[in-house]
């Protein structure tokens, strides 16, 4: 089979080492890739949101399957596209886009289907969610409800700071048209995890589960990041608590989704919260999560390709997916000054001594390699040091060890990926 990976992250480079493995892949091509992929796949100068090129050289080059990495292209209808031209993709329609796209749209559908998730309101006008606020009290969350980066959300411990939060989002419109609405929400407590499904319209099979490392400090602290480390598989995720997400959060949502027309086909990412009354769901993606899929990729022992065929196919309900004995750890080496603004095209060296560390496996996000073959930083997030073991301690060990062979002044990590577990 000829596939074509779309998107050039740390995400994109699991996938296509998951994919080279595959005794049924003939020839594997990564738009547009970046240093890491280069080595397990052809990467092609197209930006993975240029619908129309993608579509085209998937065309001529007979494609038998599109895999979409990231969310922006799968919101501006690549799904679709490749649907229209009778190419097969792994990806949801920019119908079934809007679970991510949307707060208020998930909300709804999430309240449709009796999903278990946080109260909420919706407002347009700022007195009326000032006066929300004060009636409910803090903690509150407030939610600018367009994509704002991943950073429109206040997490209020206050009513001062969600006030304010209310004044920066829609009289500052710092995340601009995105403020237009907010959401406001019940504050949840418990431990968030990463959930992930492969769904085929109303089938559905369980992925697994990661927890992700959001804020850029250690110890959870400083702004938001896109996932500073993750780790797999969280010991609070029981078999049947994956169970009750199944049968209370997924399938109901994956029922609602085909009744509006707009069928979910690809990976549902439910960012959960683990609350004393159980699950909830906080947010949808609608694709891996990014280093989520750098663990589960380490975890998984089927062949990934038949996977990703059998959700594009409907047939996942004569599919089983089979997991190795083992965890796993990302740890995320960031350019210095990563989430704000950093330097690019500092080199990277000790690559190859990292990667001789047992168990580990270096992804690459943000990476390129000059004409003399030095590999230098591209990208805020830069490398995704990955190892398994037999426990988390183990994973943890090799992955760090793996960091500290790096020679790399310009990049940075977090030290504590899974404290709350190893702690
Ligand atoms: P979101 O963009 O909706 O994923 O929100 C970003 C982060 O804010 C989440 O990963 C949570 O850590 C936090 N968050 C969002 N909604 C809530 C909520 N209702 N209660 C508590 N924390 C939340
Ligand atoms: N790591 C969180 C995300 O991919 O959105």
């Known amino acids: 089979m000829r596939v074509l990976v779309v998107g050039g992250g740390g995400r994109e480079h699991a996938l296509c080492w998951a994919l080279a493995a595959s005794p049924l892949l003939t020839k594997l091509f990564c738009a547009p890739g970046n240093a890491g992929i280069a080595e397990v796949a052809e990467c092609i100068a197209i930006g993975a949101e240029d619908i129309s090129a993608l579509v085209a050289f998937a065309k001529d080059k007979s494609i038998d399957l599109v895999v979409v990495g990231p969310e922006a292209p799968l919101t501006l209808g690549l799904a679709d596209a490749c649907a229209a031209a009778g190419l097969k993709c792994f990806g949801p329609s920019a119908a079934a886009a809007r679970l991510e796209g949307s707060k208020t749209f998930t909300k709804e559908v999430a309240d449709a289907a009796g999903a278990p998730t946080a109260a909420w309101a919706r407002f347009t006008?700022?007195?009326?969610?000032?006066?929300?606020?004060?009636?409910?009290?803090?903690?509150?969350?407030?939610?600018?409800?367009?994509?704002?980066?991943?950073?429109?959300?206040?997490?209020?411990?206050?009513?001062?700071?969600?006030e304010a939060a209310i004044s920066d989002i829609m009289e500052d419109r710092v995340h601009g048209a995105a403020g237009a609405c907010v959401v406001i929400e019940e504050c949840l407590v418990g431990e968030e995890i990463s959930?992930?499904?492969?769904?085929?319209?109303?089938?559905?099979?369980?992925?697994?589960?990661?927890?992700?490392?959001?804020?850029?400090?250690?110890?959870?602290?400083?702004?938001?990041?896109?996932?500073?480390?993750?780790?797999?598989?969280?010991?609070?995720?029981?078999?049947?608590?994956?169970?009750?997400?199944?049968?209370?959060?997924?399938?109901?949502?994956?029922?609602?989704?085909?009744?509006?027309?707009?069928?979910?086909?690809?990976?549902?990412?439910?960012?959960?919260?683990?609350t004393a009354q159980g699950p909830k769901l906080i947010e949808f993606n609608v694709r891996f999560g990014d280093p989520e899929c750098q663990v589960l990729m380490l975890r998984l022992k089927s062949d990934l390709l038949p996977a990703l065929l059998a959700a594009c196919d409907g047939e996942l309900a004569r599919f089983d997916v089979r997991w190795e004995a083992l965890h796993a750890m990302v740890v995320v080496m960031a350019a210095r000054g990563y989430p704000g603004g950093y330097a690019k095209g500092s080199e990277i060296r000790g690559l190859e001594a990292a990667g001789q560390v047992p168990g580990v496996q270096v992804f690459h996000a943000g990476t390129a390699r000059r004409e003399d073959g030095t590999l230098i930083a591209t990208g805020g997030r830069v490398l995704g040091i990955s190892a398994t073991g037999k426990t988390l301690r183990e994973a943890c060990d090799a992955a760090y060890a793996a960091v500290d062979r790096l020679d790399w002044p310009g990049g940075f990590c977090r030290r504590d990926i899974g404290w709350r577990v190893l702690k």
């Open 125 to 162: 006008d700022a007195a009326a969610a000032r006066a929300h606020i004060r009636e409910k009290g803090a903690p509150i969350v407030v939610k600018a409800d367009g994509l704002a980066a991943g950073k429109g959300v206040v997490v209020a411990a206050t009513i001062a700071e969600a």
């Open 195 to 274: 959930f992930f499904a492969l769904c085929s319209g109303t089938a559905a099979l369980p992925l697994g589960a990661a927890q992700d490392h959001k804020r850029v400090g250690d110890g959870d602290t400083g702004p938001n990041t896109g996932g500073m480390g993750a780790y797999s598989l969280p010991p609070i995720f029981t078999t049947a608590l994956q169970e009750d997400v199944m049968a209370r959060i997924i399938h109901p949502v994956l029922s609602e989704m085909a009744l509006r027309g707009a069928p979910f086909k690809g990976v549902l990412f439910a960012g959960l919260m683990i």
